[in-house]
């Protein structure tokens, strides 16, 4: 398939990672939007959050039991931080294979824009 974080997650196109095992993969986002911009993602193709089922929710299950590690050991953990997941066009999904970002290092607003 010709989706950018599958190659990605295959080491096809390099990224710089923070954590890896068999089922995901954690990388610092190329155009960060705060201090800690990290983007999380299955190894298994899933389009967006929209897509979860029974058949792969144990991939999405593993990345947040990992998600708290990883900011921790990024010191993002203490202060707060913020995990997201756009959907759909009007969200500003631009890479149709799910990730989750997980922000921090700065205050972040709410509503976000
Ligand atoms: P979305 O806009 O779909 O919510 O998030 C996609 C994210 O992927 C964006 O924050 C964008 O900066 C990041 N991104 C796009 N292409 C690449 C890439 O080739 N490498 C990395 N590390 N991040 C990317
Ligand atoms: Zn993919």
């Known amino acids: 398939m010709d989706c950018l974080f599958c190659k990605i997650a295959a080491g096809e196109i390099p990224s710089q990672k923070v954590y890896e095992d068999d089922v995901c993969l954690a990388f610092k986002d190329i155009d960060p939007q705060a201090p800690t911009h990290v983007l999380f993602i299955p190894k298994r193709h899933i389009a967006s959050a929209a897509a979860v089922n029974p058949e792969n929710s144990a991939d999405v299950a593993h990345i ?8 921790e050991e990024l010191g993002v953990a203490e202060d ?9 066009e009007a ?5 149709p294979h799910l990730h989750f ?10 509503p976000p824009g």
């Open 64 to 71: 947040f039991e990992k998600i708290g590690p990883v900011a």
């Open 80 to 88: 707060g931080f913020r995990v997201v997941s756009n959907i759909g």
């Open 91 to 95: 969200a500003g999904q631009s890479v």
């Open 101 to 110: 970002h997980l922000l921090g290092g700065r205050e972040l607003a709410w």
